[in-house]
């Protein structure tokens, strides 16, 4: 399913209503999803796990990718739970109804009112990061009379080929234990009557194309997995992380889910079997081909070295092109015919706010519309209010229809919490 359709002579749709009616309605830049596609994304992890786990397996959407109440709800409604870093992301899981137990939460730092917060509201899991953090966990348990479940994340020493800042694997690292720490590390837990170990955790990175990474992964884990068993400890859930890729543009070429799915599930058939849960937490992959941006192209300018195309929004609603040199496909709607090479710039102060560079299309007019795909994962949740930009609004389409899910922010809400 590719949520954009265009027939000649029709409008741009996408589920099923017209892209320059959406800008018309809610204004510029307005990011746009398609709820089929989240379903779709959703349904294809649950069948393809569901394959080999029967129903020994949980999908946890990284709500860290787009979080949204609506979203959530939706995944919710397939039986996905949610991963969350932080207190706030996991006020926003409870706020979407999402069941406690099938809330995760991961992260390197966090704090004490964080991890209270998580066992007061009975989290399905607190994925332990390193000693410090246990030691927070036991001193928040000595005040109450209540039992936390744990997962304990280890470095597998993984190196993925991805982006260096969304690479987590690897054995230089600020996520996770070495496996021999985090032997150590869960030896003290099964010491503990109130703190439940259940498993293992791991994520290797996101972006990723290659799932042998992950078959390697399944190795490690069935080797701390078996380790474990030897010293009786008892393993109920091991986490594979996110972390699946998705096309940004026609050179990507990401695996399947369901190649990731079988790839793994034969790995874990030949080491130790499938007598534990499958975990994993996937975030771009779920929603990164679901969204769009929409723009409108604000200004021209013909340089003798360059040629560039300026629209209404940029860097604040899309930071990954100038923090990560991501790439990105655009399409603009213009009834010009001049076939040109140009950047596509931001409205931002930096000149690092390039959305695109050297982009070839048609060479548009002032007021044309401007799309940008596969902006569903890591943009909304990126967004910042560089230049008191104003956060546009998400509108979810579906079986021609179209409503509100964010709203516009507008210039009062800029000044926030400022006194
Ligand atoms: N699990 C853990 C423990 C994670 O840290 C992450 C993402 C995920 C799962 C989900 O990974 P995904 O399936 O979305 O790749 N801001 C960056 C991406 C950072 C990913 C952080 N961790 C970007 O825009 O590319």
Known sequence: VYPITFKKDEDYKIGGVSIPYLGEKYGTPLYILDKETLIFQAQK???????YYKNKYKVLFAIKALPILEV???????????LVSTGGELYIALSANVPSEDIYFHGNAKTLKEIEYAIDQKV?????????EYEKIKYVLSKKDTKVKVLVRIIPNIEVNTHKSIRTGQTDTKFGLPIEQAL?????????KNIIFKGIHSHIGSQIFDISAYVKL??????????????NITVEEMSIGGGLGVAYTKEDNPPDIEDLAREVSNKFSETIGHNFKLICEPGRSLVGRAGI?????????????RKYVSVDGGMSDNIRPSLYGAKYSALIITKGDREEIFSIAGKHCESGDILIKDFSGLWPNPGD???TFTTGAYNFSMYTWYNATPRPAVVLVENGKDRIIVKRENYED???GQI
């Open 369 to 371: 519309y401007l799309i």
């Open 45 to 51: 992890y649950i069948n393809s796990w569901k394959k």
């Open 293 to 305: 941006t929409l723009y409108r192209i604000e200004s021209r300018k013909e340089l003798g070295i």
């Open 184 to 192: 150590v590390l869960i030896e003290k837990i099964n010491t503990e």
């Open 414 to 416: 800029l000044l926030g």
């Open 72 to 82: 959530i709800r939706i995944f919710k409604n397939y039986g996905l739970g949610a």
């Open 124 to 132: 399905g899991a607190i994925i332990i990061d390193n000693f410090d």
């Open 218 to 231: 399944s190795e490690v884990l069935s080797e701390v997995y078996k380790e474990l068993n030897s010293k």
